[in-house]
T-cell receptor
Framework: GENVEQHPSTLSVQEGDSAVIKCTYSDSASNYFPWYKQELGKRPQLIIDIRSNVGEKKDQRIAVTLNKTAKHFSLHITETQPEDSAVYFCAARQNSGYSTLTFGKGTMLLVSP | GAVVSQHPSRVICKSGTSVKIECRSLDFQATTMFWYRQFPKKSLMLMATSNEGSKATYEQGVEKDKFLINHASLTLSTLTVTSAHPEDSSFYIC??????????FGPGTRLTVT
C-alpha cells in the first residue's frame, strides 16, 4: 500500500516569511495529491491539490510542486500570516473509485507576529 | 460547495454504553464515505470505508464488531461505537466523496468515555 512521509513535524516562522512542507510517497500509481489545513478541533479543509499531469499549481500565497520521478511533493506558503497557523496534512491517492487517501503525519505550522 | 455534517459534535458517555455518530452529505450524493479517528496532535487514521448499500471495509486492526458502520443511503452513514471504553475516547471524523472523487470532511465528533 501507499506510504506518505511528511516533514517537518513542526515549523515555526516569523510573519511574512515563507514556509515549505515536504512529502514523499511510495506508490508510483498515486496521481492525486491534496493538502489539508486543520485548525485545532476543526475539520481538515482542502487548501490545494495537484494531479500528476502538472508539476506546479498556485493559488495566491499557496503553491504546490510535484516531482513524480522522485515521488515527492511540497507545499509552499509565502508571506505567512498568523492565521496560517494550523496543522497541515499532505495526502496521496490513486484517482479511482476504489482508492483511499493516505495521509502524512502532519506539520504544525506556527506563525509568530 | 459540498457540505458534510456530523452529529453530535461532542458526546460524553459511560463505559459500557453505545454511541451512534451520524455523517451526512448535505448537498451531494456520496456513494463512498470514510470514517477516521484522530488522536491529539496525530494524523487521521482511516478506520473504514463505507459504500452505500454494502458492507463497510475495515482497515487492519479495527474491530468491525466494535465499530459498526451503516451506509443506508447516498447521504447518510452512521458509526456506532459499541460497549465503549475510555480508550475509545477520541476525535472521530467522517468524510464523503463525490463523483469527482474529491473528499469533504465533516466537522468531527469528540467522544469522551468516562
Amino acid at each position: 500500500g501507499e506510504n506518505v512521509e511528511q516533514h517537518p513535524s513542526t515549523l515555526s516562522v516569523q510573519e511574512g516569511d515563507s514556509a515549505v512542507i515536504k512529502c514523499t510517497y511510495s506508490d508510483s500509481a498515486s496521481n492525486y495529491f491534496p493538502w489539508y489545513k486543520q485548525e485545532l478541533g476543526k475539520r481538515p479543509q482542502l487548501i490545494i491539490d495537484i494531479r500528476s499531469n502538472v508539476g506546479e499549481k498556485k493559488d495566491q500565497r499557496i503553491a504546490v510542486t510535484l516531482n513524480k520521478t522522485a515521488k515527492h511533493f511540497s507545499l509552499h506558503i509565502t508571506e505567512t500570516q498568523p492565521e496560517d497557523s494550523a496543522v497541515y496534512f499532505c495526502a496521496a491517492r490513486q484517482n479511482s473509485g476504489y482508492s483511499t487517501l493516505t495521509f502524512g503525519k502532519g506539520t504544525m505550522l506556527l506563525v509568530s507576529p | 460547495g459540498a457540505v458534510v455534517s456530523q452529529h453530535p459534535s461532542r458526546v460524553i458517555c459511560k463505559s459500557g454504553t453505545s454511541v451512534k455518530i451520524e455523517c451526512r452529505s448535505l448537498d451531494f450524493q456520496a456513494t463512498t464515505m470514510f470514517w477516521y479517528r484522530q488522536f491529539p496532535k496525530k494524523s487521521l487514521m482511516l478506520m473504514a470505508t463505507s459504500n452505500e448499500g454494502s458492507k463497510a471495509t475495515y482497515e487492519q486492526g479495527v474491530e468491525k464488531d466494535k465499530f459498526l458502520i451503516n451506509h443506508a443511503s447516498l447521504t447518510l452513514s452512521t458509526l456506532t461505537v459499541t460497549s465503549a471504553h475510555p480508550e475509545d475516547s477520541s476525535f472521530y471524523i467522517c468524510s464523503a466523496r463525490d463523483h469527482t472523487y474529491e473528499q469533504y470532511f465533516g466537522p468531527g465528533t469528540r467522544l469522551t468515555v468516562t
